[in-house]
């Protein structure tokens, strides 16, 4: 088998994000056999679709699920956010979902462990987003910080343990800190960027799946730091501050304009990896395309969600990508 990789409608991400953490343990249980149950019907797709991976990308997930539902009533979905590392090395990789959210590539790991198990992960890039780095509404004396402020305080070896070691100017607290699980993609890709080696990182912090305690925890704590999704930001942003991230031109605030730009330091990509194998089942192959033909919606992506959307060229290199998945999918 040949391998393609690397290289209701009124639902906003409001109603999501408030009950992103609300995710149960039965969609998790629906994830421990593969196949997927239903059946395709000529006139009307029907079906089960499982989808785990990351809490960045289900926002949007979510999105796109609702309107596939409002013209496909009889398929249903059941997604899990396990985080992009814990849904690849726990449920897909093992066949157990037909998709999986991913807020960075597939690590050479996972794709070994795909492997084994007869799964093939097809990469499709669906949006951009910016890692915000938040704080407190009333931490007034900070705006903008560097990578290598950031890395004083997220390194694994002597880290900064008030905001005073980082800079003598800021107060002599001691910085409670929030951020991604080490399950999560966001993790993986935040410690990369800022200390240079995926999974390199402090571990007395506050890691979580759940975004919104993030927030909430930054926002209860005026010594408080977190990092998270561009999206979760930009639906709380009365009740944190997002700070500037400095690069070569000054300090660049998060935003879509400048994610989509590049201008922002943290912009990244976002993906969702269907299984090829799944691809031969309409249901799935269908709500790939839609997705991917959705990817270019400023309604859908950016005003709905909070993601950067795709532009027309990258929608047809992955609708190409995605179509001759399918076709070998069907051929074997």
Same mark, same amino acid.
């Not at 989808?51 to 997930?61: D, H, M, R, Y």
């Not at 935003?255 to 799944?278: E, G, I, V, W």
């Given at each position: 088998?040949?391998?393609?990789?690397?290289?209701?409608?009124?639902?906003?991400?409001?109603?999501?994000?408030?009950?992103?953490?609300?995710?149960?343990?039965?969609?998790?249980?629906?994830?421990?056999?593969?196949?997927?149950?239903?059946?395709?019907?000529?006139?009307?797709?029907?079906?089960?679709?499982?989808?785990?991976?990351?809490?960045?990308?289900?926002?949007?997930?979510?999105?796109?699920?609702?309107?596939?539902?409002?013209?496909?009533?009889?398929?249903?979905?059941?997604?899990?956010?396990?985080?992009?590392?814990?849904?690849?090395?726990?449920?897909?990789?093992?066949?157990?979902?037909?998709?999986?959210?991913?807020?960075?590539?597939?690590?050479?790991?996972?794709?070994?462990?795909?492997?084994?198990?007869?799964?093939?992960?097809?990469?499709?890039?669906?949006?951009?987003?910016?890692?915000?780095?938040?704080?407190?509404?009333?931490?007034?004396?900070?705006?903008?910080?560097?990578?290598?402020?950031?890395?004083?305080?997220?390194?694994?070896?002597?880290?900064?343990?008030?905001?005073?070691?980082?800079?003598?100017?800021?107060?002599?607290?001691?910085? &409670?800190?929030? /951020?991604? =699980?080490?399950? +999560?993609?966001?993790?993986?890709?935040? #410690? !990369? &960027?800022?200390? /240079?080696? =995926?999974?390199? +990182?402090?571990?007395?912090?506050?890691? #979580? !799946?759940?975004?919104?305690?993030?927030?909430?925890?930054?926002?209860?704590?005026?010594?408080?730091?977190?990092?998270?999704?561009?999206?979760?930001?930009?639906?709380?942003?009365?009740?944190?501050?997002?700070?500037?991230?400095?690069?070569?031109?000054?300090?660049?605030?998060?935003?879509?304009?400048?994610?989509?730009?590049?201008?922002?330091?943290?912009?990244?990509?976002?993906?969702?990896?269907?299984?090829?194998?799944?691809?031969?089942?309409?249901?799935?192959?269908?709500?790939?395309?839609?997705?991917?033909?959705?990817?270019?919606?400023?309604?859908?992506?950016?005003?709905?969600?909070?993601?950067?959307?795709?532009?027309?060229?990258?929608?047809?290199?992955?609708?190409?990508?995605?179509?001759?998945?399918?076709?070998?999918?069907?051929?074997?």
């Amino acid at each position: 088998m040949a391998r393609h990789q690397f290289g209701s409608s009124s639902r906003t991400r409001r109603s999501f994000l408030a009950g992103a953490s609300a995710v149960g343990a039965a969609a998790l249980a629906g994830c421990t056999q593969s196949g997927g149950g239903g059946s395709d019907d000529e006139d009307e797709l029907s079906g089960e679709i499982k989808i785990t991976g990351s809490s960045t990308v289900a926002p949007l997930s979510s999105r796109m699920q609702n309107e596939f539902k409002d013209e496909h009533s009889e398929v249903t979905f059941s997604p899990s956010t396990t985080g992009t590392g814990g849904g690849f090395s726990n449920h897909f990789c093992k066949g157990n979902s037909m998709l999986n959210n991913a807020s960075r590539p597939i690590t050479e790991a996972e794709q070994d462990q795909c492997a084994g198990n007869d799964v093939e992960p097809v990469e499709l890039e669906v949006a951009r987003d910016a890692v915000t780095v938040v704080v407190n509404t009333d931490a007034d004396w900070i705006d903008c910080i560097t990578f290598d402020e950031l890395a004083q305080i997220w390194r694994p070896d002597d880290p900064a343990e008030t905001w005073q070691d980082v800079n003598s100017e800021w107060p002599d607290e001691e910085i &409670t800190l929030w /951020g991604a =699980a080490d399950t +999560s993609g966001t993790y993986d890709y935040f #410690t !990369e &960027t800022i200390v /240079g080696e =995926a999974g390199a +990182s402090r571990h007395d912090y506050s890691g #979580t !799946e759940k975004d919104n305690q993030i927030i909430a925890g930054v926002q209860e704590d005026q010594y408080a730091l977190g990092y998270l999704g561009y999206a979760y930001y930009d639906e709380n942003r009365d009740s944190v501050k997002a700070l500037s991230i400095e690069s070569d031109s000054g300090c660049v605030e998060p935003s879509l304009a400048n994610a989509k730009s590049n201008d922002y330091p943290l912009a990244r990509p976002l993906f969702t990896y269907p299984d090829q194998n799944h691809l031969s089942k309409d249901r799935v192959a269908e709500f790939c395309r839609f997705w991917l033909e959705n990817s270019t919606s400023d309604q859908l992506v950016a005003e709905d969600v909070g993601y950067v959307p795709n532009n027309e060229e990258t929608k047809e290199t992955m609708l190409d990508r995605l179509d001759a998945a399918i076709e070998d999918a069907n051929a074997d």
